[in-house]
């Protein structure tokens, strides 16, 4: 299968002062799936990400299954088994209507399950692939945002031991 390449525009608009040629966008896509005999290989490449891209295809159901797996397994190595990750399930091959194996319900109802958003693409003709872009600088916009939110919530925790009080 040919590789498709694709370029997104980003647009960076401030004021003077804003430091927007500061800003530095890198977007590394890095495909772990075929690492199962390299365990540690595997381990390290799924701690290095942040947003993870869970693609079956929907002309073949035993993909379709593989992704709860490696939704657990990314869990176990991020060590939140009891926690969510950001993440976007994507039914590939949906110019493939006549092979389909799994229904949009059923892709919809996995992403329900697995708590995160669901896109329905082709590879071949390039349907939705820019969706997938978007919700995954939608879900990095709010990992950083909840970042930022604990980090401020420590710091006003310290503050607040660090005082003493003499009578």
């Known amino acids: 299968m040919e590789n498709k390449e694709m370029e997104i525009k980003i647009g960076i608009v401030g004021g003077y002062g804003s430091y927007k040629s500061r800003i530095k966008i890198k977007l590394n896509i890095f495909d772990i799936s075929h690492q199962e005999e390299f365990g540690d290989t595997l381990s390290r490449s799924i701690r290095r990400r942040d947003i993870f891209v869970l693609v079956y295809s929907i002309t073949d159901k035993h993909s379709f299954e593989d992704i709860k797996y490696f939704d657990e397994r990314i869990k176990r190595i991020l060590n939140i088994e009891d926690k969510d990750y950001p993440k ?41 692939i820019n969706q997938i872009f978007y919700e995954t600088i939608l879900l990095e916009i709010e990992r950083l945002k909840t970042i930022k939110e604990e980090n401020l919530n420590q710091k006003k925790k310290k503050k607040k031991k660090g005082k003493c009080l003499l009578m």
């Open 88 to 128: 976007v399930l994507i039914g590939n091959n949906s110019d493939l209507t006549m092979k389909r194996e799994i229904s949009i319900k059923e892709g919809k109802k996995l992403a329900k399950e697995l708590n995160c958003k669901y896109i329905e693409t082709s590879a071949k003709n390039g349907e939705n």
